[in-house]
């Protein structure tokens, strides 16, 4: 803490005496490339260079972003506006907006051409008979050669949204909310018109909301290309977009509870709160995309080529208001999720606790699960992940468990200072993790209390979502050999720092004239584990691999272009724990036997397959009756999946009749039906059962520390 606020102290000093008042007529955006190329060339981690590199690939991403999905400008603006490939690193020093305002003015120009082709070509009735296809991964497309290129490729797309559009349609005219239509299903001439109708209206509001873009907006769109070139996890937030960020994080505003990002045009399911409506309801998904939102009864907008703010205000709102949302699953599903707008119900975000038994091995093993690393630092005994889970373990241990598991599956982080002090409730005392910035030596992170809550078996499981603080105690735990890792093939991989810096607060007092300027988010720290080696990148490798579903989506911080490279800092002196190499290596191995012989495994690593098929097939039939087809079978497939997902029968899951709240004993109240349903769910869990068969392996295999 610190050392964070002796950062913030001296850039506060560095820029209020940098940023004196210029000549007559400085521009606002002058001071903000002032500002923001200041921040990245001295503070960054990554201590990139703002030179010809640094321009070509910042060139590159903006096209990327003008044109997100290759849908309005032609090869000869690119050409247009190639003159500037070269000198954007000028610009910024500058605060020359020359190329912004070109790509604004050709996108315009393209919009307004498109609007007309789009209306001439929704005039007539779509032939769905016949075998047209659509590439929706825009790259694997070649922006269009010429107008007439760009008329095919919106012909095509329009067919797509009229054939989706229809389909809703048909089901909401059959009752039916979810599924698809059969195939063998007649085509109804007037659900087409009322299909393109409502197309034509959502195409409109797409045109005009281009037309209508801020300046501020495309000002942000050029910063952002800037900015993405040092890594993904920072960014440039616009005064509007400041707004919605902190609106977001005092938790005023009710929604949904999903975090959205962009991804190709489309609009992307990035993450999903912890005991928010779409967590509690968990059909929507990490990585499905939303093609359109309805307002109750409403029709719906499509929000394909939407800004992810104008996509959040849409999805957002009051209390007790219905969403609907018309989502492509990850294999290929088009469906409509209803969800309840509402606040986040704080208690499903905290640690719980089950008993599970497993009568076969005659045994029975705590599980705690743990949504995310929270911290209340508004009060002094607010609660906070580490002292949750530490009383969950105190009750298990007193039922007399054979064995622990610690679930971060899906838990993204969050207070680094918990993540320390959870760790240190399995170890008796030394380093957990190394915090580096650019300028600094490591800072090291210990548990000092030598004190231990718990000292049997261990299991952590992860997956590809598990991040930042997750992986933190997943890599101190496992560098002391004190747990044994399992999970998918690697966590997400994010081992950096950023901070939240509002730019008004370094201008000089001369200048607040040209406030509200915005915020950035910079990356400005590395984590390391003991061994010396970041989580940044690679994540944490368990020690046994299962099947993850999210393996095949590339969830993580290797899919993401310029990610922070993974590297090393010199490695601290600590004790490891009594599960060595060779006893490892056992456990392994018998998990692996386990594994090869377990049906469900092997539907699970069927379906992957599956899933991953799927995901890759991007060229998309316009035929009617191809088109139902398909999706019959995406659906019925994803209903074989589901169905062979039962509970074990040899495996209980109950939770604690009393719990321990400030020293006494409180009965609890019923088990709610939410609370039935995750001890279901837990049953049907088969990396569970393998924790279960590893922490009985290890009993007989590790003395007793």
């Not at 659900?191 to 495309?218: C, G, H, T």
């Not at 380093?431 to 952590?460: M, T, W």
């Amino acid at each position: 803490m610190k050392t964070k606020m002796l950062l913030i102290l001296l850039l506060s000093l560095l820029f209020s005496g940098a940023l004196q008042p210029a000549a007559d007529g400085q521009e606002r955006e002058k001071v903000l490339s002032q500002l923001i190329g200041n921040w990245l060339t001295n503070w960054h981690y990554s201590g990139k260079k703002i030179d010809d590199d640094f321009s070509a690939k910042s060139f590159a991403q903006y096209t990327k972003y003008l044109d997100n999905g290759k849908s309005f400008l032609i090869q000869a603006d690119l050409e247009t506006l190639k003159a500037y490939t070269f000198k954007i690193d000028d610009e910024l020093r500058s605060g020359d907006f020359s190329l912004p305002r070109l790509g604004k003015q050709l996108l315009r120009q393209r919009v307004l051409q498109v609007r007309d082709i789009c209306l001439e070509i929704l005039s007539k009735p779509f032939d769905f008979s016949r075998d047209d296809r659509i590439e929706l991964d825009s790259d694997k497309r070649k922006t269009s050669r010429d107008l007439a290129q760009l008329r095919e490729w919106w012909e095509k797309w329009l067919k797509y949204l009229t054939l989706t559009q229809y389909l809703n349609l048909q089901k909401t005219e059959s009752g039916q909310k979810n599924g698809s239509a059969k195939a063998n299903s007649p085509f109804v001439a007037a659900l087409e018109i009322r299909a393109r109708q409502a197309v034509q209206k959502s195409v409109l509001r797409l045109f005009n909301r281009l037309l209508q873009e801020r300046s501020d907006d495309m000002q942000s769109l050029f910063f952002n290309s800037l900015i993405a070139i040092f890594d993904p996890h920072s960014q440039y937030f616009p005064p509007r977009a400041k707004e919605d960020f902190d609106i977001e994080m005092s938790g005023t505003l009710e929604g949904i509870g999903a975090l959205l990002g962009e991804d190709d045009g489309f609009i992307k399911i990035f993450d999903v709160i912890p005991g928010s409506p779409a967590w509690i309801q968990n059909l929507l998904k990490v990585e499905d995309l939303i093609l359109k939102v309805g307002q109750g009864d409403e029709e719906p907008v499509d929000i394909v080529g939407m800004s992810v703010s104008d996509a959040a205000r849409l999805v957002r709102g009051k209390k007790g208001s219905l969403v609907r949302l018309t989502v492509k699953k990850t294999d290929g599903r088009i469906m409509q999720i209803s969800l309840v707008r509402n606040v986040v119900e704080i208690q499903e975000t905290y640690a719980r606790s089950a008993v599970l038994t497993d009568d076969k091995l005659k045994k029975s093993f705590g599980y705690i699960y743990l949504p995310k690393f929270y911290h209340d630092f508004n009060r002094s005994a607010g609660r906070n992940a580490s002292d949750d889970v530490k009383k969950e373990l105190q009750e298990l241990v007193a039922l007399g468990v054979d064995g622990m598991i610690l679930d971060l599956r899906s838990n993204g982080g969050g207070a680094l200072d918990d993540a320390v002090k959870l760790s240190g409730l399995f170890i008796e005392k030394g380093p957990v993790v190394q915090v580096k910035d650019r300028h600094s030596a490591p800072q090291i992170y210990e548990d000092r209390d030598g004190e231990i809550s718990y000292r049997g078996p261990l299991v952590i499981l992860v997956n590809s979502l598990s991040a930042s603080a997750s992986e933190i105690v997943a890599a101190a735990l496992q560098d002391y050999r004190r747990a044994v890792v399992i999970g998918g093939e690697h966590t997400f991989g994010k081992g950096t720092v950023q901070v939240m810096l509002d730019l008004d607060r370094f201008l000089a007092n001369d200048m607040k004239h040209l406030r509200p300027l915005g915020a950035i988010a910079l990356t400005v720290q590395k984590y390391y584990r003991i061994t010396g080696a970041s989580t940044q990148y690679q994540g944490v490798v368990p020690d046994i691999v299962l099947p993850d579903l999210y393996t095949y989506l590339g969830v993580g911080e290797k899919s993401q272009k310029y990610s922070l490279p993974w590297d090393t800092v010199s490695q601290l002196s600590f004790s490891p724990w009594t599960l060595d190499p060779d006893k490892l290596t056992e456990l392994k191995s018998r998990s692996q036997k386990r594994r090869e012989a377990n049906a469900r495994f092997q539907q699970i690593a069927e379906n992957i397959v599956r899933l991953k098929k799927q995901r890759e097939t991007t060229l998309v039939t316009l035929n009617l009756q191809n088109f139902q087809a398909e999706q019959e079978t995406l659906f019925q497939e994803a209903e074989k999946f589901n169905k062979q997902q039962v509970e074990i029968a040899h495996i209980r899951a109950t939770v604690n009749e009393t719990k321990t709240v400030g020293g006494e004993a409180a009965a609890t109240d019923p088990i709610s039906e939410k609370r039935k349903q995750w001890l279901s769910d837990l049953r049907k869990d088969p990396i569970l059962e393998e924790a279960i068969q590893v922490l009985n392996d290890w009993q007989g295999l590790v003395p007793a520390h």
